[in-house]
Every structure is written in C-alpha cells, then in structure tokens.
C-alpha cells in the first residue's frame, strides 16, 4: 500500500506537470502565431493518438493473454481496408467491428 502523503505528493506534481503542459500553449504563446511548419505537425497529433490506443489492445490482448490472436489481427485488417478504399471513418470502424465479432463467434 503507498503512504498517503507520497501519494499525494504525486497528485500534486502530477497536476502541476498537466498544467504546465497545457499552460506553455495557452499561456506563453497565447495569441502570437506559430509557425507554419508547427501548425502542420499539430494538425496529426489527433490521428496520431487513436492508433497508439489501440495498437496495444490489438497486438498484446490481455484477453488471450498478451498473444496476438487471428480475430483481432483479421479485423484490424477489416478496418484498416474498409477505411482506406471508403475514406469513411465509420464504415472502417462498423467493419472491424463486425469482423471482430464474426471471427471470435467462429473461431471460438
């Protein structure tokens, strides 16, 4: 068990490191301009972060114990062609999903 003071201790530098991250681009450039090439970089940070979410769920599963398993390999597959050849996020997504379940309930 973690003593309540270290705990805390952790909360609050927790806190202030999530403040200070969000109070660098708030804060100190406010209303100045960025750069074109940082604006460009920013712009793939949210399509950045769905991937790195679910890579692990679909490469160390911790339902089949951390091996990778043909019904979650075979949807991934899914949506990634689905969403390619539509250019539809929700076809891909509806697409593993259905994939996803499909698999698991013949495979077992």
Known sequence: MIDH???WVVIVLLAIGS???RF???G???NKQ??????RHLRYTAVSVLPALVAPLVL??????????PARLGATFATLGVGILTRNIFAGI?????????LMAFLG
Do not use: I
């Open 5 to 7: 003071v270290e705990l």
């Open 19 to 21: 403040f200070g991250l």
């Open 24 to 26: 660098v681009f708030l």
């Open 28 to 30: 100190v450039v406010g």
């Open 34 to 39: 960025m750069p074109e090439w940082l604006l």
């Open 60 to 69: 160390w599963p911790a339902a089949t114990g951390g091996e990778p398993d």
């Open 94 to 102: 509806a697409a593993g999903a259905a994939t996803l379940f499909g």
